[in-house]
């Protein structure tokens, strides 16, 4: 693995170097998306440019390469995240996207009777479709509750399995509070009983790379805007046998065998679930983005981020008033989720704003979470490996200048 060398890397992100208000940017929103390096928006420019055309259709050259570059953007993502086979891969617009395929041609396979289980910890996109599924099948959704600190009650989670369950659905690494669920032991008991696992990796690609047949998972999905890719494009990774069971989800070009209005076939995986024309210079770039991760090295950058949330916790509670939620650092990804006492996150993310500073105030997209805490949001700074302890300094004692103007 190469040197990790933060100032070169500093320099692959031309956003960096902007001022927001008048003031050096200090960008600490990285679990809503990440930044996008140089590499990634050469590789979009250079589709745009030079090859631009749709894929799968075309004998003529300019298809051939975009078909190409295309295919093997798939591959590199089933290699990142060690898929059995390419076809396994289906890019989606993004994690949301890809649940809601889960959830409707899965889905279409449950009945009244059945029980699916869903953590407390979720991103509303890893609840909304499975609640909209349940109106329609007639399954049951059950919680799987949340601790005070910010982990799952896995006693709970033992208790709930039965011959009933059918599915499971646990995020790997909560947005709103950075905690890494315990998956392989969510998979390993849920197969016991024959349930399906789905684990959404939105929040945990960024920082740790899973191995989805050492976990032996049912179904995995990201988004590659949070892992220095673009927006709009994402993946599902499923098992073959899964896929092959499930009924397409949408309709169109792209996704048949044959038509005619007697019947229509549909074609093989992955295309079976790949209707319309996709993002095809986004998936292009998803690829470019692993690759330069990659360069990186994903261990250097969960020890450079851990390191980096360490440093910040330490700083942080030395604030009075502090109210920091989620386990400890060596539990969680570098996500800082807190309150001050007395204060409203909004306000602080205003003062902060002004000087320069991005971090996320609110409920995350996760309102149980908030429901539990009883609180309606909180304030996040969340890292990445492109951050500096010296952005950290500089977020503290703006922090602690934005407290004593408010209070
Ligand atoms: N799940 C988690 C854990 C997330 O953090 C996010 C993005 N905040 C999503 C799902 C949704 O991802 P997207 O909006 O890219 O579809």
Redesign the pocket.
């Known amino acids: 693995e190469a040197k990790f060398n933060i100032d070169k890397i500093r320099q692959d992100f031309p956003i960096l170097q902007r001022k927001v208000n008048g003031q050096n940017l200090v960008y600490f929103d990285n679990?809503?998306?990440s930044q996008t390096p140089k590499q990634v928006i050469d590789c979009i420019i250079d589709y745009y440019e030079n090859y631009n055309a749709n894929i799968h259709r075309g004998v003529h050259s300019l298809s051939q390469e975009a078909t190409d570059a295309y295919e093997q953007a798939r591959i590199k993502i089933q290699k990142h995240f060690n898929a059995k086979q390419a076809h396994e891969i289906i890019l989606t617009?993004?994690?949301?996207?890809?649940?809601n395929l889960v959830a409707h041609a899965y889905g279409s396979m449950l009945t009244k009777g059945d029980e699916v289980l869903v953590s407390a910890l979720?991103?509303?996109?890893?609840i909304v479709p499975w609640q909209m599924m349940c109106e329609k099948n007639g399954a049951h959704l059950k919680v799987i509750p949340m601790l005070e600190n910010g982990q799952l009650d896995m006693e709970y989670f033992h208790q709930s399995l039965s011959t009933k369950t059918k599915m499971v659905f646990v995020?790997?690494?909560?947005?709103?509070l950075g905690t890494i669920n315990p998956i392989q032991e969510i998979i390993n008991a849920a197969h016991q009983v024959n349930a399906r696992v789905l684990v959404?990796?939105?929040?945990?690609a960024p920082h740790i790379q899973a191995d989805v047949q050492a976990l032996d998972v049912d179904f995995y999905?990201v988004?590659a805007?949070?892992m220095c890719g673009p927006?709009g494009v994402?993946m599902l990774y499923a098992k073959e046998e899964l896929l092959e069971q499930m009924p397409p989800y949408q309709g169109g070009g792209e996704m048949i065998a044959e038509v005619s209005f007697e019947k229509t076939t549909y074609a093989g995986l992955p295309h079976k679930f790949e209707a319309g024309t996709p993002n095809i210079a986004g998936g292009i770039a998803f690829g470019a983005a692993l690759d330069y991760m990659h360069e990186i090295g994903f261990k250097s950058i969960e020890a450079y981020e851990n390191e980096l949330l360490i440093y910040a916790t330490h700083l942080i509670q030395e604030i009075d008033g502090i109210v920091i939620y989620g386990p400890e650092p060596e539990s969680k990804t570098a996500v800082l989720s807190f309150n001050v006492e007395g204060l409203h996150a909004y306000d602080l993310g205003t003062i902060l704003d002004q000087m320069g500073i991005a971090l996320r105030t609110g409920h995350?997209?996760?309102q149980p979470i908030m429901e539990y805490y009883k609180i309606p949001g909180t304030a996040r700074a969340s890292f990445s490996f492109y951050n500096t302890k010296k952005e950290i300094n500089i977020f503290i004692d703006a922090l602690k200048k934005a407290i004593s103007m408010l209070t």
């Not at 995020?171 to 709103?176: D, G, K, L, M, R």
């Open positions: 679990a809503a998306t617009s993004g994690t949301t996207h890809a649940i979720e991103h509303h996109s890893n995020n790997h690494v909560s947005n709103a959404d990796g939105a929040q945990a999905t988004s805007h949070k927006t994402g995350h997209c996760a």
